[in-house]
């Protein structure tokens, strides 16, 4: 152990990592190759992961999480990572894009039904920017939300959504304004709501275990 590596990871760190190591081991690697396969983990995983407190690692204690340094989601990542999976890493991990803006900007309500089930495991979270005409051009997407009394009717798609396809909720980036950057909202959208709907899991090059999909409103 060099000393430069005893600055970073200090005696919690490696509890965390010993954890994590005995998941990935005895949970995940027997069964990661089928997982692959079927372009999907299982649910039951995120419940796991919430209930052994690894999704709310770094997140305020206020919103169910465990405050701690960067290290520490360092460990998660490179143990997790033993899994030879980059996609299941992904698919865990999306709620880590998707609650932030949560997390910094919303009420204590939106905390309480947004967040607090995504830390504990029992909701999927994904983060939806994207759109099937580019992704870089983020000022450019078309997805369009209008104000009617106390909804938001949202037309548009968006694709290429981690955990998109199983998402019970998402952090979707609508057009509430005029052109460019400034006229971008976030809308938190629950998958039960009418006139949502996603499409087949894409296939991809690698990552086959993040189930990766289009959304249409
Ligand atoms: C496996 C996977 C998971 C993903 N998960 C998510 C997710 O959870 N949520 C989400 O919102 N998105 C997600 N994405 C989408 C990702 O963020 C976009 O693919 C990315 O932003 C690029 O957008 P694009 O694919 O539309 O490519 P484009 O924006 O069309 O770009 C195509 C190419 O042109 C280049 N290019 C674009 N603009 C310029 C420019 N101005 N100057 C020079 N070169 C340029 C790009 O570098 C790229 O090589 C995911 C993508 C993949 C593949």
Redesign the pocket.
């Known amino acids: 152990m060099t000393n430069e590596y005893q600055e970073y990871f200090k005696e919690e760190h490696e509890m965390l990592r010993n954890s994590i190591r005995s998941l990935v081991k005895k949970g995940i690697l027997p069964e990661i190759e089928k997982w692959e396969e079927a372009g999907e983990f299982p649910r039951e995983l995120y419940k796991v992961a919430g209930d052994m407190g690894y999704l709310g690692i770094g997140y305020p204690e206020e919103v169910g999480g465990t405050p701690g340094d960067i290290f520490l989601k360092i460990v998660v990542i490179e143990e997790l990572m033993r899994s030879g999976s980059a996609?299941l890493v992904?698919g865990l991990g999306?709620l880590d894009?998707?609650i932030p803006p949560i997390v910094r900007r919303g009420t204590p309500l939106q905390k309480e039904r947004f967040v607090k089930p995504v830390i504990r495991g029992e909701k999927i979270a994904?983060?939806?920017?994207?759109?099937?005409?580019?992704?870089?051009?983020?000022a450019g997407l078309k997805t369009r939300a209008v104000r009617d009394g106390d909804f938001y009717i949202v037309n548009g798609s968006?694709?290429?959504?981690?955990?998109?396809a199983r998402a019970d909720q998402i952090t979707c980036?609508v057009r509430t304004g005029g052109e460019g950057a400034h006229g971008i909202s976030f809308l938190i959208i629950e998958s039960n709501t009418p006139g949502y709907s996603t499409g087949r899991p894409?296939k991809?090059t690698?990552?086959w275990a993040?189930d990766?999909a289009e959304i249409f409103f």
């Open positions: 996609g992904a999306s894009i998707a994904a983060l939806a920017v994207t759109e099937p005409g580019g992704g870089s051009d983020v968006k694709t290429f959504i981690t955990s998109g980036a894409l991809k690698g990552w993040s990766t």
